[in-house]
């Protein structure tokens, strides 16, 4: 799916604010888009003279630690931020999951 948001990190914040009038806290509903995402992914385009170009600008992983949401960044285009971290336990065990059942598919 796709969300226009500022940077894959404001992903969990734009989907906040597409349920307005919802009958649950802004903190359960947060809780509930960080335990259903894994993985947000920020995607930019720039114009040059060869025309439009798009890019992975930023990834992020999204879970759930201790009761509260939070977020790794994975990979990052900006040179003053470290580019990679490795990929967090619980998305690599989804993984691993996927593959079993679907072991025509090479995952990971």
Sequence with gaps: ???????????????????????????????????????GIHVEASITKQGIRRYIR???????????PSMISVYKIDESEEPFTQW?????????LYKY???DQDLC
């Design 1 to 39: 799916s796709t969300i226009h948001a500022s940077s894959a990190r404001a992903i969990p914040q734009r989907i906040l604010h597409m349920f307005p009038g919802v009958e649950l806290s802004n903190d359960v509903l947060l809780m509930m888009i960080y335990d259903t995402l894994d993985i």
């Design 58 to 68: 930023e990834v992020v992983c999204y879970s759930t630690d201790e009761g509260k």
């Design 88 to 96: 967090p336990g619980k998305l690599m065990e989804k993984a691993r």
């Design 101 to 103: 059942r679907t072991s």
